[in-house]
């Protein structure tokens, strides 16, 4: 009686954790493709990157020593690339859009997209990055702070050009 209580208790302890680190094992490996699949992107460029964020299906670096910015979007469809001279930038904000709504008698605010917008020194349109899509991703994961950071960091490696110096 004791031994076939025994295997019960073990076997249904195994159906229970067995799944559990079956996911935890292919979320990992899922990571590790994402991981492999960015960096190839950027050897193949010949980009060492200083700083550098993953977050989802994106990625986002800059090389200092070359002053160039790089975000790569990863897609079922199609990987978006871009590579920025970070000496053709004017300047980098960050752009929120939000939508309201009435909740129990309360306006409440939902957060809809958060891109970052590069500005360009010549006539190139302006360039978007996407943080943040609630049409892609339910959820918010910090990419507001995320999207601080990297305004920051990106405005604070463009290079000031000497008629900029000159009207501050």
Not at 2 to 29: A, D, E, R
Not at 47 to 58: G, H, I, Y
Not at 111 to 129: A, G, H, R, V, Y
Not at 131 to 137: G, L, M, S, W
């Amino acid at each position: 009686m004791k031994i076939s209580l025994i295997v019960i208790i073990i076997l249904t302890t195994l159906l229970c954790v067995l799944p559990i680190i079956g996911f935890m094992l292919v979320g990992k490996n899922a990571t590790r493709k994402k991981e492999k699949a960015f960096r190839d992107l950027l050897k193949k460029d010949n980009l060492t990157l200083s700083q550098e964020e993953q977050w989802n299906n994106n990625f986002i670096g800059i090389d200092e020593g070359k002053k160039v910015l790089a975000f790569i979007k990863l897609n079922a469809l199609q990987n978006h690339i871009s590579k920025i001279d970070l000496k053709d930038l004017k300047s980098c904000q960050i752009n929120k859009v939000t939508r309201d709504f009435k909740r129990d008698k309360k306006v409440e605010s939902e957060l809809q997209t958060i891109q970052l917008e590069l500005t360009f020194n010549t006539s190139k349109p302006k360039e978007f990055f996407d943080f943040y899509d609630i049409q892609e991703q339910l959820s918010e994961d910090f990419e507001l702070k995320r999207a601080e950071k990297w305004e920051h960091i990106i405005n604070q490696n463009i290079p000031k050009s000497k008629t900029n110096s000159l009207a501050a």
